[in-house]
């Protein structure tokens, strides 16, 4: 009955979320194509081989899901392999990392026609769900059809979890048609098992963003970004990863009282949304000397700022940097991946939001890895002290990585669920 009137409401607010879509539109005009695969309608997939299904909402998910996917179609050649994403910017990543080796669309709305149509298209033999994106009746579709569904590097802040139980007659019916979830820790793990999951669905298989790898080619696209920024010269450059509105206002503060004692010092400000990127580079230019990252070329030797403004560059950017604050921190969003720039060995810096990644926090902090700064000054204070260091610098950076280092193998466990559904 719940999940009657939720898709009910769903359907009623249909037009509003059509007006959503043109509203981001006007920043993002990618947001304003491709309705059709939304409701389920594209060409269905041409290939009688069996199907993966594995669903990453946007960029975040879908760089997490990368490395999955990779290992998912070594290890079972004989499946094609079929992704979805929500918004243009995880579609993009999803193209240009894996081209015609997938079968891509948007995923269809959580509505039983558009997943209808979605299903009949696609034929999946499983589907993976990246992380907390539990949707009523996509899990109902597949559990009606007999499509095992696993939630894979599964977390569930307490928040969430709140959220979720103020709705139990809908989440616990949902949580018991799931038949994995495989949690990034046990905390996540005990937080489903509360709100319904049984306890012989859960896995705790750890976070494969743990597991990334540091190939010879992104490595090589860092040094190329590091020789663009530095020209011939040495300067610090602090990299700013992932910021959201609000935060780049700071961090131009935080600037401002390091620039001091580091007249050179390279300001990176990378903006989590494209949409966000004329109006970084405008706020920039009212104090400061502004280029674009896209444009190309060396950086000019009296450059300030530089405005990351393309995408798929974050990884090697970070490896270019000495030091990285991590954006949707200064903001109630929860922050982003923390492990990449830990797996780079910098110095990680970052506001107190941290709910999204409250384990890697954790052990990041405790290693001393990672400094919690809820200020401007506080930053300013804190990167001055490492930039008048190198050793403290050093040490710093190389606890981030040595946690980044222990925490490997979630990958592999959580291959080895999903070998064990497609045998059920």
Known sequence: ????????????????????????????????KRWSERFGFFAPRSSERPAIWVHAVSVGETLAALPLIK????????????????????????RASLGDSVFHVYAPYDLPDCLGRFLNRTHPSLAIIMETELWPNTIAACHRRDIP???????????????????????????????????????DGERFVRLGLPRAALAITGN????????????????????????NGRRPVLLAASTHQGEDTLLLQAYEK????YPDLLLVLVPRHPERFDRVVSEAEEQYRVQRHSEGGSVMADT????????????????????????????????HN??????????????????????????????SGLKVVETPTDLAVAVDQLLASELRSDTMGEAARQVAEANRGALQRLLDVIDQQLKA
């Open 258 to 261: 390091l620039l001091p004692g």
């Open 304 to 335: 300030q700022v530089l405005v990351g403004d393309t995408m798929g560059e974050m990884l090697p950017m970070l490896g270019a940097s000495d030091v990285v604050f991590m954006g949707g921190t200064w903001v109630p969003n929860g922050g």
């Open 149 to 187: 569904l696993v939630v894979a590097n599964a977390r569930l802040s307490e928040k969430s979890a709140r959220g979720y139980a103020r709705f139990s007659a809908l989440a616990e019916p949902m949580l018991k048609q799931i038949s994995t979830v495989a949690a990034q820790h046990r905390d």
């Open 71 to 94: 290992a998912l179609q070594n290890r079972f050649p004989e499946h094609d392999l079929i992704v979805t994403t929500t918004t243009p910017t995880g579609s993009d990543r999803v």
């Open 338 to 367: 923390l492990i990449e720039p830990a797996a780079w060995a910098k110095p990680i810096f970052c506001g107190p939001s941290l709910f999204n990644f409250a384990e890697v926090s954790r052990l990041l902090k405790e290693s």
């Open 1 to 32: 009955m719940m999940r009657w009137l939720y898709s009910l409401f769903f359907y009623l607010c249909l037009p509003l979320v059509i007006v959503r879509l043109l509203w981001r539109a006007r920043s993002a005009p990618a947001y304003a």
């Open 208 to 231: 494969i963003k743990f597991d990334l790898t540091l190939d010879d080619t992104v490595i090589r696209q860092a040094q190329v970004i590091r020789k663009r920024w530095l020209g």
